[in-house]
């Protein structure tokens, strides 16, 4: 079963680096007590970039555990850096017993007290580079397609540390989150695309997305 390996929550932090201050919620720590889920995520979570993060649709963002050892082995990383902590790059739930080719867009998880669904991969952001300092990383997830995934709230709850994602509806078994990133950073595909569009569950702003990356969608 899926696993909530790591539950982390978090409030915008000011960073500063070589290209000036930044403010971000990407260092998100590890709790271990039960914490309420609502429709806009975890009390206690907040983002910073309400533009680009947040919302209904980015209530938790997800991270497969396995994706850490991959990344260590191709960054040369020792076992104290930054990004094999909790939440390494800020996701609110590392999960253990998934990748993003097992989960689909639209599944529904009875999780806790909490019902979530699947609606959009993760879209990485250049500020997981800056925090962790590698240089890189947004386009490597890209082209490695360990995106992550996002979850909005059909059902507020309780959840935590060990709580399983039992599966209790996919309305969409062949539309992984794996193939809806393989044909939109890859491929391009635009029948697949056009499909895309009208999937009630996906997020609003991935449909953005897919008509920014295949022009010939757009309405």
């Known amino acids: 079963m899926i696993t909530i390996e790591t539950l982390a929550i978090g409030q915008p932090q000011t960073y500063h680096d070589a290209k000036g201050a930044w403010s971000s919620a990407i260092g998100r720590q590890a709790i271990t007590t039960p914490v309420r889920l609502e429709q806009?995520?975890?009390v206690g979570?907040?983002?910073?970039?309400?533009?680009?993060?947040?919302?209904?649709?980015?209530?938790?963002c997800c991270q497969p555990a396995s994706h850490y050892p991959l990344w260590q082995a191709e960054y040369g990383l020792a076992n104290d850096h930054p990004m094999l902590q909790a939440s390494g790059i800020g996701e609110?739930?590392?999960?253990s017993n998934v990748t993003e080719q097992d989960v689909c867009i639209g599944d529904q998880f009875k999780v806790g007290s909490a019902i979530v669904q699947i609606c959009?991969?993760?879209y990485p952001c250049t500020k997981q580079d800056r925090k962790l300092g590698l240089d890189g990383l947004q386009q490597r997830t890209i082209a490695t397609l360990r995106s992550g995934f996002y979850l909005r709230v059909l059902q507020a709850g309780e959840v935590q540390v060990g709580d399983g994602l039992e599966?209790?509806?996919?309305?969409?078994?062949?539309?992984?989150?794996?193939?809806?990133?393989?044909?939109?950073h890859h491929e391009r595909d635009q029948a697949f695309g056009r499909q895309l569009l009208v999937v009630d569950e996906l997020a609003a702003s991935w449909k953005r997305i897919i008509q920014m990356i295949i022009p010939s969608l757009a309405q």
């Open 167 to 184: 599966l209790i509806e996919r309305p969409h078994p062949t539309i992984t989150v794996h193939k809806v990133n393989q044909h939109l």
């Open 92 to 95: 609110n739930w590392t999960l």
């Open 120 to 122: 959009a991969p993760r």
């Open 40 to 42: 806009l995520g975890h």
């Open 45 to 60: 979570d907040a983002v910073a970039d309400t533009k680009n993060h947040g919302g209904p649709d980015k209530a938790v």
